[in-house]
């Protein structure tokens, strides 16, 4: 850990609460109102286990985990660890200039530092629980799906090679 981070890891980050993080009927997860500005937030889970994180549009990130689809292996994740704590705790930090992604990156890592030192668990990093290899089959799932979509459509539209017309094919650009 660099000396920075050593120093930084014993304060925490003034975490302002924006919410509580709960199930709507469908069972995914409902978050509290935000702006779609630059932010750091942190997720508290119903066990005391946390993940914090950082966005250049907070709304935006926040959606990803309620309703995975950005082919993201962390929203399938995240939503299946807010799924099994049947809701959180949201929190976020934005004071400062946040619309660096190398500042509010930092900002992470000083903020995962201090988790670490106050034993706190997160959810950041590798997990090998039960829960996560269903969260990564699903991601997988998700992928295969998109897949047999862009075979569909270049098979539709004649392309012989779908690797070559791969940009043209996927919706999301």
Not at 27 to 40: D, R, S, T
Not at 46 to 63: F, H, K, N, T
Request: proline letters at 3%; charged letters at 25%.
């Amino acid at each position: 850990m660099s000396s920075e981070l050593n120093q930084s890891a014993k304060t925490d980050l003034p975490w302002g609460f924006r919410g509580k993080i709960e199930l709507c009927g469908k069972g995914w997860p409902q978050f509290p109102l935000v702006g779609n500005e630059p932010a750091l937030y942190r997720i508290i889970f119903s066990d005391g286990s946390a993940y914090i994180g950082q966005a250049e549009g907070l709304d935006d990130r926040l959606y990803g985990y309620r309703r995975p689809t950005q082919g993201v292996i962390g929203e399938y994740l995240l939503h299946a660890a807010l799924v099994n704590s049947k809701g959180a705790i949201l929190e976020t930090f934005t004071d400062g200039d946040l619309s660096s992604r190398t500042e509010r990156q930092r900002l992470e890592q000083i903020a995962i530092a201090h988790a670490k030192v106050t034993l706190q668990e997160l959810h950041n990093g590798p997990r090998t629980g039960v829960e996560s290899i269903r969260a990564m089959i699903a991601f997988h799932e998700a992928e295969i799906d998109r897949l047999r979509l862009k075979l569909k459509r270049a098979e539709h539209e004649g392309y012989s090679d779908i690797y070559m017309h791969s940009d043209a094919l996927d919706e999301t650009k």
